[in-house]
């Protein structure tokens, strides 16, 4: 029997769309068959770039400018899509900040500016998507993080602080969702190609990239998106409360060279 992928509704709200795994994933959800209700905070000709990606692969999209670290926000966006096509059955937090700075060199107003993208953000998002999933009895709220949570990486203490919160909040939301037929996952990219990484992503940062990664490439957007189609849709039906690793097998390379046995 052919099975295909099926999303578990027609209305998404995705953050942080204006570029990156964001941008991908909306117009992913677009493509597999979801209008999308997207936010960005600065890039609006990026916004632009999206709304036209989605609407050419025959959905709607509003597109909103604001700052998902704003609580106000997230019930607008959960609003928008009620009012605009009846129900709220998709959330994909995903927009977030990268800081790379040793901790001891992190101000106050370096950490509390993070946690506001990276971890505020998310769980006013969370917490607007649920009350109306709840009512519905149906939704899928995935939270994106990284696998930089697992592989720790030095000089992103606050940014790895944030995600592992972002894995406690997924956890327990997805406990008390479940009664409601809501799943709750986390997806948590590895080594991906992003606007976010760009300055960070130096040739030999790549390189070693390339080196650890059994799979031999950095990942891209669209495979992460791909990822985020699948959470999304009625075949993940039973999964919930888990963190979904996409790092072509990084964090699962111990291998460092031993000699073979004769």
Request: charged residues 20%.
């Amino acid at each position: 029997m052919t099975r295909s992928i099926e999303l578990v509704g027609p209305s998404a709200v995705v953050t942080g769309v204006s570029k990156g795994i964001g941008r991908a994933t909306a117009v992913a959800l677009a493509e597999a068959g979801a209008n999308v209700v997207g936010v960005y905070r600065s890039d609006e000709a990026g916004a632009e770039v999206v709304r036209s990606q989605i609407e050419a692969a025959g959905r709607e999209a509003v597109i909103i400018k604001g700052d998902t670290g704003d609580p106000e926000l997230a019930n607008r966006l959960a609003a928008t899509a009620v009012e605009r096509w009846g129900s709220l059955d998709i959330w994909i937090n995903n927009a977030a900040a990268l800081m790379v700075k040793p901790l001891i060199e992190t101000t106050d107003e370096d950490w509390h500016g993070l946690m506001a993208a990276n971890l505020h953000g998310f769980f006013y998002g969370c917490r607007a998507a649920a009350a109306v999933m709840y009512g519905q009895g149906r939704g899928r709220i995935i939270n994106v993080t990284s696998a930089a949570d697992v592989l720790v990486v030095a000089n992103l203490g606050a940014y790895i602080a944030a995600k592992g919160g972002i894995l406690g909040l997924t956890k327990t939301l997805a406990l008390e969702a479940a009664e409601h037929d809501v799943t709750v996952n986390a997806l948590s990219p590895g080594a991906t190609d992003t606007p976010l990484n760009l300055k960070a992503y130096t040739p030999e940062v790549r390189a070693t990239y390339e080196h650890r990664i059994p799979l031999g490439r950095i990942g891209t957007e669209e495979e992460i998106a791909d990822v985020a189609v699948f959470l999304a849709s009625t075949a993940s039906r039973y999964l919930t409360g888990q963190e979904i690793v996409v790092d072509g097998g990084l964090v699962i390379n111990g291998t460092v060279g031993h000699a073979l046995d004769d």
